[in-house]
């Protein structure tokens, strides 16, 4: 439980959101943009859905989250005897972020499995260095010394320099000028594509089989992210590394994002659900407005926007 000015948390560790409810309520499954990411509780999508729709809802976004974990994240509400009205899923993201990469792992993993794995590598370098240092060792001793009391000056400095970079309105760079430096994702590659695609479907399919039997609909949404087709958005507020990263990762999205299309419209026509689907890829395309934070988070009014086309989908 957490309660503060702009975002709480219930006892379960749902955010609260307007019309919160458990049971009966309309379900929203998600990454970080699903939570609220630079949102306060009120305008969220959750929320913003319950103040159009009036009915209760229950934000189940968590930070990182894929399709996969949603599924178990839902098996597991549902084994605790909770009901939903209806259940949204609203992926792309982080399912692309994960899917799509070329590392160690297995690509059904967390979001934060790769960042988890560098902490704790760089930890153990860290210990090996400490360990093999002579008892005895002046310059070693001294370098630490005068590394604890530069500390609190590093950190101040470091955390000017960021506040600054954040506080500014419009970014150094323009985004158009920016080229491609890493290569960390794969989808530019049509067969990975495919197969990261194929694992999304895979879990919305699961989820569609295990609320078939329960009689309980559900929604499968395709997020708009800035790394699907840059060109498209207003993007040169934000800060320059995070745009970096939304160029680095355009060729793997768009590569991503269409075979999930593709591959979607394949599957749906077997089991006559195509209708489930709600694409939201395109949504915020040419808006004269700064709807991104970053290269996935929207603001307040980015989920007005998305709130606002469920709520159609579901009348329609």
């Not at 948390?9 to 307007?18: M, T």
């Not at 005897?81 to 967390?110: A, E, R, S």
Request: with cysteine; proline share 3%; aromatic share 12%.
């Amino acid at each position: 439980m957490f309660s503060g000015e702009v975002v709480n948390v219930d006892d379960n560790g749902f955010r609260i959101s307007i019309n919160h409810q458990i049971d009966n309520s309309v379900w929203f499954l998600g990454g970080s943009t699903m939570w609220g990411t630079g949102s306060e509780d009120i305008n969220t999508i959750p929320s913003v859905f319950a103040k159009i729709t009036n009915e209760p809802v229950l934000n189940l976004g968590e930070s990182g989250y894929n399709s996969f974990q949603e599924v178990i994240q839902l098996q597991i509400l549902l084994a605790n005897k909770h009901k939903p009205k209806i259940v949204i899923f609203y992926d792309g993201v982080n399912d692309g972020g994960t899917f799509c990469k070329k590392d160690k792992f297995p690509q059904l993993q967390h979001a934060y499995t790769s960042r988890y794995d560098k902490m704790i590598r760089e930890n153990q370098d860290l210990r090996k260095k400490i360990k093999n240092k002579k008892v005895l060792d002046l310059d070693y001793f001294f370098t630490k010394i005068r590394s604890f009391y530069l500390m609190p000056l590093n950190y101040f400095e470091t955390l000017e320099k960021y506040n600054e970079a954040i506080s500014k309105k419009s970014s150094s760079s323009k985004i158009t000028s920016m080229k491609k430096n890493k290569n960390y994702k794969f989808c530019d590659d049509k067969e990975y594509a495919k197969k990261a695609a194929e694992l999304t479907i895979s879990s919305w399919l699961n989820a569609y089989f295990i609320l078939k039997e329960r009689g309980i609909p559900v929604k499968f949404i395709l997020q708009p992210t800035a790394s699907y087709h840059p060109n498209k958005y207003k993007l040169d507020h934000i800060i320059d590394f995070k745009k970096q990263a939304i160029i680095n990762e355009k060729e793997s999205f768009v590569g991503y994002y269409e075979a999930l299309k593709k591959q979607w419209n394949l599957e749906c026509e077997k089991f006559n659900i195509c209708n489930l689907f709600l694409d939201l890829s395109k949504v915020f395309f040419n808006l004269n407005e700064e709807i991104f934070i970053d290269r996935v988070h929207i603001s307040p009014n980015g989920n007005k926007i998305i709130a606002t086309k469920i709520a159609e989908s579901l009348i329609n």
